[in-house]
């Protein structure tokens, strides 16, 4: 898989540019805006998203958590919220919690750790006392 330290050393140019440039952060030349972009074509470049998460502390990521997915009422629901994550290029992860406070606490759990920038909860509303440290 080809880095940007590969693209730098075809374009001529040094990763930092490479980098900035494809992040939109800088313009550049036209000649080395080209040299960038036919490397990136030939070396079938393709971002690290872990990394760039890792870097900027966001992951574009969302979390749904919701009841039951057989429930047309919230399979509509999801269907619209990641419509509308998508339109944002956003992701989302999808969760059914069967309507159980353990898995829904698994789940907030889950997506915690996997450090998502929001999560929408449609809660079972047996108890919100799984909840608190996480609302915390």
Same mark, same amino acid.
């Given at each position: ?23 939109? @952060?800088?313009? *550049? ?25 890792? *870097?900027?502390?966001?992951? @574009? ?48 759990? #889950?997506?915690?750790?996997?450090? *998502?920038?929001?999560?929408?909860? #449609? ?14």
């Amino acid at each position: 898989m080809a880095t940007i330290k590969d693209i730098a050393s075809l374009a001529e140019v040094s990763p930092a540019t490479v980098s900035r440039f494809l992040n939109g @952060q800088i313009t *550049v030349r036209e000649e080395t805006r080209r040299r960038i972009e036919d490397a990136v074509l030939r070396l079938n470049y393709k971002p690290n998203y872990l990394a760039r998460s890792l *870097v900027l502390k966001e992951t @574009q990521t969302i979390g749904v958590i919701i009841p039951d997915i057989l429930n047309p009422y919230y399979s509509s629901l999801a269907r619209g919220i990641e419509d509308e994550a998508q339109r944002a290029g956003w992701s989302v992860v999808l969760c059914n919690s069967d309507n159980r406070p353990d898995k829904e606490l698994s789940y907030l759990q #889950v997506l915690e750790y996997k450090h *998502v920038d929001g999560i929408i909860l #449609v809660s079972s509303g047996r108890s919100g006392d799984h909840l608190k440290h996480i609302l915390d």
